[in-house]
């Protein structure tokens, strides 16, 4: 167990739908990443926040959106969902926020099936 | 995109054999660190290997780094059942601790 929670594990929604990704860090970590993991993709970064602030950016589609709150737990939004979304969806926290050098902890990740 | 490209794709070996596994990668990293996959789960971090580093081990964990090259070696030894899962190797920039995976190999071992 890494620690790192994330709600729910499977979520199957419609075409054009909005879904809210929830992760709680482990005890203690100030930053939070986001990835997607997809067959034809692989394992992309899509955004990380530090304490409450976006601190890096990645891949991440405009229809997405993420935030970190003062309890560090932290949620990533889809909206306007579509059949090329579905993915493994994964949160990972580590200690500090951006020398470089940190472990990253995953969560098991939520299961996005867009229908 | 991914920054590291990783060979074989895909490994089949018997138990007790060692496993080999490459990643190379495209620009300069500040570290490079190993994580593993089991099926459809989440990543467990292995090894990390800092840019100054040539050679670390842990248990049977053997990686290595060659920045001349831009590759990187993980050879897990003694390999058990156990050990069948996905490998990731992912790096990490000059600036900030986002990390940049490659596309994985894929390692079966048959008891």
């Known amino acids: 167990d890494s620690g790192v929670t994330q709600t729910p594990k499977h979520l199957i929604t419609a075409t054009g739908q909005r879904v809210t990704l929830r992760c709680s860090p482990r005890s203690g970590d100030l930053s939070v990443y986001w990835y997607q993991q997809s067959l034809d993709q692989g394992l992309q970064f899509l955004i990380q926040?530090?304490?409450?602030?976006?601190?890096a950016k990645g891949n991440i589609l405009e229809r997405f959106s993420a935030q970190q709150f003062p309890d560090l737990h932290s949620e990533l939004n889809l909206s306007s969902l579509e059949l090329g979304d579905s993915a493994l969806y994964f949160c990972?926290?580590?200690?500090?926020?951006?020398?470089?050098?940190?472990?990253?902890?995953f969560g098991a990740g939520t299961r996005l099936s867009v229908l | 995109s991914q920054q590291g490209e990783e060979d074989p794709q895909a490994l089949s070996i018997q138990e007790g054999e060692n496993a080999t596994m490459n990643c190379s990668y495209k620009t300069s990293i500040n570290n490079l660190q190993w994580y593993r996959q089991n099926s459809g789960r989440g990543l467990v971090h292995l090894i990390l290997i800092r840019s100054n580093e040539r050679e670390k081990h842990s248990g049977r964990l053997r990686v290595t780094l060659d920045t001349s090259k831009k590759s990187s070696s993980l050879l897990i030894t003694a390999s058990r059942a156990a050990d069948t899962a996905s490998y990731f190797c992912a790096t990490d920039e000059a600036a900030g601790n986002k990390l940049t995976f490659g596309g994985g190999t894929r390692v079966l071992v048959k008891p």
């Open positions: 990972a926290s580590s200690p500090s926020g951006g020398q470089g050098g940190d472990i990253q902890y």
């Open positions: 926040y530090y304490n409450g602030e976006e601190r």
